[in-house]
Every structure is written in structure tokens, then in C-alpha cells.
């Protein structure tokens, strides 16, 4: 079945570092890819989506990468700030809007 | 006010009781969601809505129920809970896209529902 699955479940960085999680994905016909951070308490907010047909789209910080060929996604957040600390998930959507995500990577950021 | 508001916050329950979890959104939205969030599985869908006369199941649905009583609310019931059932519960909303498209989809702040 589908599936979307991270490398490392906890990522441990400096403030000021860059950091990058990254995302493999199995479903090679998902329309597009999307980040979300979730922060202790809260629902998961929005980052950045990308269409499957780009390789690559930045936003304010942060950049997403998307290898088809290795069915690979990666975001990553220039400067992480202490407030960057949370949970991110990687996710696809297929068909209508329907959302497969992944299973979360922890980012900590140390002063 | 926030956009999307889930009542209760928090609950805790016994097996077999009935339990209805709702979300209302002011963001205007045809389209609702329930997710569900249990520790290392991420979030997974229970139904969604993509308008009052329009419910779908999605990956999760058994042991689950939804009623879309207006385009603002969206009900998620547990007919008769179970301990396994004891998980985070956020409800979602977005505009709609076509096939192939995607539009962003706002989370609710999330019910922590405990089945004892």
C-alpha cells in the first residue's frame, strides 16, 4: 500500500545551522508533496508544498527538494531559530486532496 | 477567534460508552477532514466531507461515524469506544481542488481522547 516514511525520527541542531529532514515516499503517482510542522499542543500548520512535476520550491527560509528518480523529499530551513523546534511531517496527496503522511521527524534546536 | 475550533479539548472515557467529537470552522470551506494521530504513525484519515451532502470514508473509518450537519460542522462519533481508539483527533478543512491539485488544508487544535 502507500506509504511515507522519514529517515531519522529526532534531528539535533544549533541555533543558526542549517537543518534538513528528509521524506521517502513509495507512491510514484502522487500529485504533490507537502510540510507540515506541528508544534507540542497544536494541530499541524502548513510549510510548503510542492507539485510533482518541480524538483525544487523556497519559501521564506525554507526550500523543498523532490527526487522522483529516488522517490525522495527533503525540506530544508536556513538559520533554525528556537521557535523552528517541532514535529515536521512529510505527506502526499493523491487523487482528491486526500493526505498520506508520514510518521514525523522531532527537530530540537539548542541555543 | 481561531478558524477551526474542536470540542471538548480533552476527554476520558470508558469502553463501550458513546463519544461525539466536534469541529466548526469559520473559514467558509466546503471541505472537512478527520484525522487521527497515534505516537510514531503520524496522522491518518478517519472520513472526510467535501460538502453537507457528501461523506467518504478514508483509510481508518471502522469503529467511526460522521455526521455533516451543516458546512461548518463536522461530528466524529465512536458508536462504542474501545481502549484502541485512545489517540489525538484533529479535524482539518480546505477549499476544494480538482484531481490533481491541492489546496492547503487548516488543522484544528486537536481532542485527546482517552478510552479507559
Known amino acids: 500500500g502507500e506509504s511515507v516514511g522519514l529517515h531519522l525520527p529526532t534531528l539535533s541542531v544549533q541555533e543558526g545551522d542549517n537543518s534538513i529532514i528528509n521524506c521517502a515516499y513509495s507512491?510514484?503517482?502522487?500529485?504533490?508533496f507537502i510540510w507540515y510542522k506541528q508544534e507540542s499542543g497544536k494541530g499541524p500548520q502548513f510549510i510548503i508544498d510542492?507539485?510533482?512535476?518541480?524538483d525544487k520550491r523556497q519559501g521564506q527560509r525554507v526550500t523543498v527538494l523532490l527526487n522522483k528518480t529516488v522517490k525522495h523529499l527533503s525540506l530544508q530551513i536556513a538559520a533554525t531559530q528556537p521557535g523552528d523546534s517541532a514535529v515536521y511531517f512529510c505527506a502526499e496527496s493523491t487523487g482528491f486532496q486526500k493526505l498520506v503522511f508520514g510518521t514525523g521527524t522531532r527537530l530540537l534546536v539548542s541555543p | 477567534d481561531a478558524d477551526v475550533t474542536q470540542t471538548p479539548r480533552n476527554r476520558i472515557t470508558k469502553t463501550g460508552k458513546r463519544i461525539m467529537l466536534e469541529c466548526s470552522q469559520t473559514?467558509?470551506?466546503?471541505?472537512m477532514y478527520w484525522y487521527r494521530q497515534d505516537p510514531g504513525l503520524g496522522l491518518r484519515l478517519i472520513y472526510y466531507?467535501?460538502?453537507?451532502?457528501?461523506?467518504n470514508k478514508g483509510e481508518i473509518s471502522d469503529g467511526y461515524s460522521v455526521s455533516r450537519q451543516a458546512q461548518a460542522k463536522f461530528s466524529l462519533s465512536l458508536e462504542s469506544a474501545i481502549p484502541n481508539q485512545t489517540a489525538l483527533y484533529f479535524c482539518a478543512t480546505s477549499e476544494p481542488a480538482g484531481m490533481g491539485s491541492y489546496n492547503e488544508q487548516f488543522f484544528g487544535p486537536g481532542t485527546r481522547l482517552t478510552v479507559l
Open positions: 466531507s467535501f460538502d453537507v451532502k457528501d461523506i
Open positions: 510542492i507539485r510533482s512535476n518541480m
Open positions: 473559514k467558509g470551506h466546503d471541505r
Open positions: 507512491n510514484s503517482a502522487s500529485d504533490y
